[in-house]
């Protein structure tokens, strides 16, 4: 099996595309865009056989007709909750995709970012769209921010070994946040160090693991005694929807203000 990231919507929401093959077959998650997964697929003599789909937001669905069109025989699986007419196959929490007799994907429901989110994984690799982000998260949009907490619980409590997949490349900005929360936090600081981010080339296996994300993502840390203490004093009350919600807030006041944009990321891991 191999994993690519293809870029797309560069330099407005710097999605990535996720195309997996095993011998000459394909399958596309979060087609937002058609063109260059068209292009990818031909070079490589590639079938696509199907494409999955997170969530209803249109830089995660807007290539699946060019993609139709192209492939007419894919089979496109989405939310039960997606009012999308591509969808052939509605999925929802403890569902099994199977698109081989060797590739076999378990659906979680991870709303939040919106209501009707999932992820698909299994042992080897999570596709969680814009639940969670490599050191960071989506915002909150259709879903509440109960349902988000619940959703990176779940998340949480996948294997560490899972190879980590998300649909954007934010990774720099989540860790300049990342460290202002956590600057205490070893692993963290030797993540930026060792970052080494080439988007838009397309990307070749996972961003990261479950493993590095629990121990360097605030967001999966939101209820950790240190976080948690700076949660408090900024006025969360001791629950994980508050927490988490106080958490995100934080992020956003920072990217409005354009603050996390203005700071260089190796200058705050540095002596």
């Not at 629990?214 to 976080?227: G, H, V, W």
């Amino acid at each position: 099996m191999k994993i690519i990231g293809i870029p797309a919507l560069v330099g407005s929401y710097d999605n990535y595309i996720w195309v997996l093959s095993q011998q000459q077959n394909a399958w596309v998650v979060d087609p937002g865009e058609s063109i260059q997964v068209i292009d990818f697929l031909k070079q490589n003599n590639l079938s696509l056989q199907g494409i999955l789909i997170t969530h209803f937001h249109h830089d995660h669905v807007n290539g699946i007709a060019d993609l139709k069109a192209a492939f007419p025989d894919c089979e496109v699986y989405g939310p039960e909750k997606t009012a999308n007419d591509f969808i052939q196959h509605r999925v929802k929490q403890d569902d099994e995709v199977r698109l081989s007799p060797e590739l076999k994907l378990n659906v979680l429901d991870t709303p939040g970012h919106t209501d009707d989110h999932i992820a698909y994984y299994n042992s080897d690799m999570l596709f969680c769209g814009d639940t969670l982000f490599t050191a960071g998260c989506g915002r909150r949009f259709t879903g509440t921010f109960s349902q988000f907490a619940e959703s990176i619980l779940k998340l949480r409590a996948l294997d560490d070994n899972i190879g980590f997949y998300c649909a954007h490349e934010y990774t720099v900005s989540n860790l300049k946040f990342a460290y202002l929360v956590e600057p205490e936090n070893e692993a963290l600081r030797q993540r930026i160090l060792k970052l080494d981010i080439r988007y838009p080339q397309n990307h070749e296996g996972a961003q990261s693991t479950l493993g590095e994300e629990k121990a360097t993502n605030p967001f999966m840390r939101f209820d950790t005694p240190t976080i948690k203490a700076k949660l408090l004093a900024r006025g969360a009350q001791d629950n994980s929807e508050s927490l988490f919600k106080t958490l995100r807030s934080w992020k956003d006041e920072l990217d409005q203000s354009g603050e996390l944009d203005d700071r260089d990321l190796i200058s705050m891991v540095t002596p």
